[in-house]
């Protein structure tokens, strides 16, 4: 009888030893201090603005408080257009007036914050979708010859900064180029009459221009 109860205790006692060493034991089923690295706090409110001088800003909210372990290296905002990466800024904003969005409109962007040390954190989940809707440029007009060069008149709204013009001989793109006058020379046309037409390229929040009335050019 006293064999039966000692041999218990024992078995008893190892049970209690095997329980104790699993609690402890990190890598028994993510007990302990193990677990999935926690993620960074999404970005809120994404929303547009404009400036002057053509400058279009996606603006957005990032997390707060910044996890203190990653304070120091910092936080990378990447930046999502129809799922398709744009661009990264430690910024709040960018300016996407010089961007150009490919595929139909709406354009749906999305933000994540993006740890620059990835041992203490994940990238957060993406932001909620925002859309910008992006409308038309006016064509321009009155192309016409101003001695050697081909040249046109952009039209005044909205600010336009340096968007490039695309240059059209015979329905054929030709080249883009930035600005309201071109050597006529360079188009490289063959001699003969060439129709003409000129459209502003499609930047930030607005599309392609219609092409411009077609412009006769005779080359010698």
């Not at 677990?35 to 996606?58: C, D, K, M, Q």
């Not at 914050?113 to 041992?119: E, K, L, Q, V, Y």
């Not at 081909?150 to 001989?169: D, F, K």
Request: proline fraction near 9%; hydrophobic fraction near 40%; charge should be neutral.
């Amino acid at each position: 009888m006293k064999k039966k109860i000692i041999t218990l205790l024992v078995i008893l006692i190892m049970a209690m030893a095997t329980v104790a060493f699993v609690a402890c034991d990190d890598t028994a089923g993510g007990g302990g201090g193990g677990g999935e690295t926690p993620r960074l706090g999404t970005p809120t409110n994404v929303t547009f603005s404009v400036a002057t001088g053509g400058r279009h800003y996606i603006n957005w909210t990032p997390a707060t408080p910044a996890p203190p372990t990653i304070e120091v290296l910092g936080i990378d905002f990447r930046i999502y257009a129809d799922g398709e990466f744009v661009t990264q800024t430690t910024a709040s904003r960018y300016n996407i007036g010089s961007t150009v969005f490919a595929g139909t409109d709406p354009v749906e962007f999305t933000i994540v914050a993006n740890p620059r040390i990835t041992t203490h954190f994940q990238s957060s989940l993406p932001s909620a979708p925002a859309t910008l809707t992006r409308t038309p440029l006016a064509a321009p007009t009155g192309i016409r010859t101003l001695t050697t060069n081909l040249t046109w008149t952009n039209p005044s709204t909205p600010a336009l900064g340096n968007w490039p013009t695309r240059i059209y001989a015979d329905g054929e793109f030709v080249l883009e180029h930035t600005g309201s006058i071109f050597p006529i020379a360079s188009l490289g046309l063959p001699a003969g009459t060439h129709s003409i037409t000129v459209a502003l390229a499609a930047r930030g929040p607005h599309l392609q221009s219609p092409q411009s009335i077609a412009y006769n050019l005779t080359i010698a």
